[in-house]
């Protein structure tokens, strides 16, 4: 981690920037008024021909018994990542992604069931990379259900880097991995150069679409 800053002293244009020189913001906590730069070492990445959706989960998904969207709610899944016992998303940090979003930049993919906010995930779009920040779940399944839904998405809009920051057991199961700074940089760089469609994916795409998408191999 770096020196702290004032959150004063971060701006959409200059979070923007920091992503493309791959670092991003984390609070202590979220009642922290500093916020820290990270380049971390050994950075997650989830590869985009890399996705295991074990067969309890594909089951799961086929059932139907959900609806997805897509920037419907972002700041209601905003909340939903901040709302935990432990959590890095302080107020000035929930502020400047929902700047992100309105400004087109950061998007959200939300899971509904019985018509409420049962889990989804945000993150940050630049060329072909996706970064992702943070998912939540209220009901079981919900946030692999959104992951899945994002990695068919990111697969039909062209996208090269799926930027999971860290990788916990939970995402190292769906296949998420460990590449050296160095990599990652290199992956990143290239991402960049690269354009994307974040909204090629029909909105009612199938299961079986989405199945096919997200577990496609290269």
Avoid at 118 to 137: D, I, K, N
Avoid at 192 to 213: I, K, N, R
Wanted: glycine share 8%; with cysteine; net charge negative.
């Amino acid at each position: 981690m770096s020196e702290p800053l004032k959150p004063l002293d971060i701006t959409p244009t200059l979070l923007l920037r920091a992503y493309a020189a791959g670092v991003f913001p984390m609070a202590q906590s979220a009642d922290s008024e500093e916020i820290f730069w990270v380049d971390p070492k050994r950075r997650g990445i989830l590869p985009l021909d890399g996705l295991h959706v074990p067969r309890s989960l594909r089951k799961r998904i086929r059932r139907e018994d959900y609806r997805v969207s897509v920037d419907l709610a972002f700041e209601d899944v905003l909340d939903g990542c901040a709302g935990r016992d432990e959590t890095w998303i302080n107020p000035e940090i929930r502020d400047l992604y929902g700047t992100l979003h309105r400004l087109g930049y950061a998007s959200s993919v939300e899971v509904w069931m019985d018509g409420a906010l049962a889990g989804g995930l945000y993150g940050v779009r630049l060329g072909s990379a996706f970064f992702g920040e943070s998912m939540f779940s209220r009901e079981a399944d919900a946030s692999k259900i959104a992951l899945v839904w994002l990695v068919a998405r990111l697969n039909a809009g062209g996208f090269t880097l799926l930027d999971t920051q860290f990788v916990t057991g939970h995402l190292r199961r769906l296949g998420a991995t460990e590449v050296s700074r160095a990599r990652y940089h290199q992956l990143l760089e290239r991402s960049l150069a690269q354009p994307a469609d974040f909204y090629s994916l029909a909105d009612d795409a199938s299961p079986e679409t989405v199945l096919q998408l997200s577990t496609q191999r290269s």
